[in-house]
């Protein structure tokens, strides 16, 4: 048994060992996020479902920075903002009101991850989105939702336009604000979020060189959209291929995520 199976194996009193294995992969990605550059000082804020039959679901304590959160840290909340675990911190409002309005409508969002990177919200201000200009940008932009920015999202009667505005969908820009992914696990939300911000930064560079890109044929483009628009593929590939190597650099870089 590895390190990491064995501390799946020491389970907290009262808490399912489903539950603390989210927990795990969900601090895990957090770490990550702070490794890549991609948080925002405490704010910005990645969710993922406490399995089971209520809508419960675990996000970052309020305060703390994303190389700090463990795995015993996550606040668990209910849809209505309760917070059913004890803690020091309270949870952003604003993130609370993003990721409560997918978790109510999607069975299938595992995890939900919202970021406010600098390239992310430039192409996310930007007129013209995310565009199909290279071979990262297709594996994301036959899956991609909009929604217009309401200010600071604090009303929550803003969440039934921004479930509307996803939809199906599993990746969204929210304009002129930030990046937003949902998985059916913490693995493939994470994944789908490295191309979506790849697409983006690929994107901002390729601006910087002029004005025009050099063309991709329409055919091409419909091309890869089959190929990459199979989510079971999609899922396998993110939790036996992808996820098991990220654990591992993540255990390199600091393995106390799964405190």
Not at 19 to 37: D, K, M, P, T, V
Not at 61 to 82: H, Q, R
Not at 179 to 188: D, P
Request: some cysteine.
């Amino acid at each position: 048994m590895s390190p990491a199976e064995a501390r799946l194996k020491e389970v907290p009193s009262g808490m399912t060992d489903a539950e603390w294995s989210q927990r795990i992969n969900l601090a895990a990605c957090y770490r990550l996020i702070a490794h890549y550059g991609w948080d925002d000082l405490v704010d910005t804020h990645i969710s993922a479902r406490v399995p089971g039959p209520d809508h419960h679901f675990l996000i970052n304590p309020y305060g703390l920075m994303f190389d700090e959160i463990t795995a015993s840290s996550l606040v668990k909340v209910d849809l209505d903002g309760n917070l059913l675990t004890k803690s020091h911190y309270s949870i952003n409002p604003a993130g609370f009101t993003i990721h409560s309005a997918i978790h109510e409508v999607r069975e299938d969002a595992g995890c939900v991850l919202h970021l406010h990177t600098p390239d992310g919200t430039a192409v996310a201000s930007c007129l013209e989105g995310l565009l199909p200009l290279n071979q990262t940008a297709q594996f994301v932009t036959h899956d991609l939702a909009y929604h217009d920015y309401e200010g600071v999202a604090l009303d929550h009667d803003e969440r039934p336009r921004l479930q509307k505005d996803l939809g199906k969908k599993n990746h969204m820009l929210l304009r002129n604000h930030g990046t937003l992914t949902v998985g059916r696990s913490v693995a493939s939300a994470f994944e789908r979020m490295f191309h979506l911000e790849r697409a983006c930064t690929m994107q901002v560079r390729t601006r910087m060189l002029g004005p025009m890109a050099y063309p991709i044929d329409q055919a091409v483009i419909e091309k890869n959209e089959n190929v990459f628009s199979n989510p079971d593929r999609a899922e396998l590939r993110s939790t036996t291929l992808v996820w098991p190597a990220l654990l591992r650099k993540v255990d390199r870089l600091d393995p106390s995520y799964k405190n």
